[in-house]
């Protein structure tokens, strides 16, 4: 089903047309609105009239999370905090959260992205659907909710609460979708198990949103409960979920390009890279009022898909989302800020061009590799190997509490070039 085909069809001619317009309207509106971004533009020594259109987009400057949580509270918002219509937050591990805050038309917008969704999933006014996210303080909860109604179907909203009483809810109210995170889905998969119920519920679809998984867990889950399960994904800084969502061709996520301008970055250069290459997923946001973003950077990992799907919709895909690279890695049982590790890394005295660190489960233990990239022309020593090795060693164990095994690679290519070490973490863990 197609929730909006005027938009979610429309030939890519006439979205960029629109982007384009959007984007000079935004760029006005930030200028006017928005102290710290005004700032950015004005040490580039740009001004509003310098972006003409969807051409134009790369000259702007990135937003980043760190950006929003210096401005907040005054800084962040294009409008009196009076006009706010709802907060939510980030759930950080650590350090402050990043607050966000949404205006009614925000709101409207988010459950019409939601409510696409939703059809995505081949689900509508006639289905029973039961959110189980948290309602607060984060947008999921409430971002389903709005969604939901919108298409006119039942809601059950019962969060996240009495999971072991919800198979038997799910049964009487004969629920036919769910909304909620892939890991809350698995341990209710394994409650339904339990208590018998496998073939016995209506149940036909799920929407898994708000953290990543892998194709092993969707596999798992409809197996267990004998359903559908789509990706979905959302963020609390642009309007909560609906941003992107499967179809049934499940080829990847349809994003909503009349509100998000999404682009794919080599974080290495910063620079755009093109259709079906890995990179960094950065947004625009073309219709919000109360937080408007531009070039927001996710750190979120994907790669971007234009051909038009066989659904029939035109707006760009987005293959499933890598995990964040977020401010802190749990590692067995502490918590360890990403830049501690970077920091550490990048002041011993090496000639490594880049550090790569591999985290994985051994025997449901957290073991770590660390694999030190050394340039053609700076190639480490075999004679020094051992006390880098060491001094490496030193360093990772007293921050993270893991004795890491340590590898040298001699590094060809375009990263030997980089004249800035960079540290790389790859969390293996599902």
């Known amino acids: 089903m197609i929730w909006n085909k005027l938009k979610e069809c429309m030939s890519r001619d006439e979205l960029l047309s629109l982007q384009g317009k959007h984007l000079v309207k935004l760029v006005k509106y930030m200028y006017q609105n928005v102290t710290y971004y005004r700032e950015k533009m004005q040490k580039l020594g740009m001004e509003p009239e310098d972006i003409c259109g969807i051409e134009d987009l790369g000259k702007l400057p990135f937003t980043t999370k760190e950006d929003l949580i210096a401005a907040?509270?005054?800084?962040?918002?294009?409008?009196?905090?009076?006009?706010?219509a709802r907060y939510h937050s980030s759930d950080n591990l650590i350090g402050?959260?990043?607050?966000?805050?949404?205006?009614?038309?925000?709101?409207?917008?988010?459950?019409?992205?939601?409510?696409?969704?939703?059809s995505m999933a081949n689900l509508g006014k006639k289905d029973v659907i039961q959110i189980m996210y948290n309602y607060a303080p984060f947008s999921e909860g409430l971002s389903a909710h709005y969604g939901v109604e919108r298409v006119g179907a039942t809601i059950v909203p019962s969060g996240i609460g009495r999971t072991l009483g919800l198979p038997a809810l799910m049964k009487k109210l004969h629920v036919t979708g769910i909304m909620g995170t892939p890991t809350y889905l698995l341990r209710l998969a394994q409650i339904v198990e339990d208590q018998g119920l496998k073939g016995m519920l209506n149940l036909k679809t799920v929407l898994c949103g708000a953290e990543p998984w892998t194709e092993k867990v969707r596999r798992t889950i409809q197996e267990k409960l004998g359903v559908k399960a789509y990706d979905l994904y959302g963020l609390n800084e642009l309007t909560g979920l609906g941003v992107a969502c499967e179809c049934e061709c499940q080829k990847g996520m349809h994003v909503q390009e009349d509100y998000f301008l999404a682009e794919i970055l080599d974080t290495n250069t910063l620079a755009v890279l093109p259709d079906g290459i890995n990179g960094e997923l950065i947004f625009t946001t073309l219709q919000k009022e109360g937080l408007p973003l531009v070039r927001y950077r996710t750190m979120h990992f994907t790669k971007i898909h234009y051909e038009k799907c066989d659904c029939g919709r035109t707006m760009a895909r987005i293959d499933r989302i890598g995990k964040e690279m977020p401010e802190a890695l749990m590692i067995c049982g502490k918590s360890v800020l990403?830049?501690?590790?970077?920091?550490?890394?990048?002041?011993?005295?090496?000639?490594?061009?880049?550090?790569?660190?591999?985290?994985?489960?051994?025997h449901k233990?957290?073991?770590?590799?660390?694999?030190?990239?050394?340039?053609?022309?700076n190639l480490l020593l075999t004679e020094r190997q051992e006390d880098i090795r060491q001094q490496i060693a030193k360093v990772f164990f007293n921050l993270v509490g893991v004795i890491p095994a340590i590898y040298f690679e001699k590094n060809i290519g375009e990263l030997s070039n980089n004249k800035h070490k960079k540290v790389v973490i790859i969390d293996e863990r599902v």
Do not use: W
Request: aromatic fraction near 6%; proline fraction near 5%; charged fraction near 25%.
């Open 72 to 84: 907040y509270p005054s800084g962040i918002f294009a409008i009196p905090e009076r006009k706010i």
């Open 96 to 118: 402050p959260d990043r607050i966000v805050g949404y205006t009614k038309k925000d709101i409207d917008h988010g459950s019409e992205c939601v409510a696409r969704s939703i």
């Open 338 to 362: 990403i830049k501690q590790i970077e920091e550490a890394l990048c002041n011993l005295p090496t000639n490594a061009v880049s550090y790569t660190i591999h985290i994985r489960k051994e």
């Open 365 to 377: 233990m957290d073991v770590a590799e660390i694999f030190v990239n050394c340039s053609a022309d």
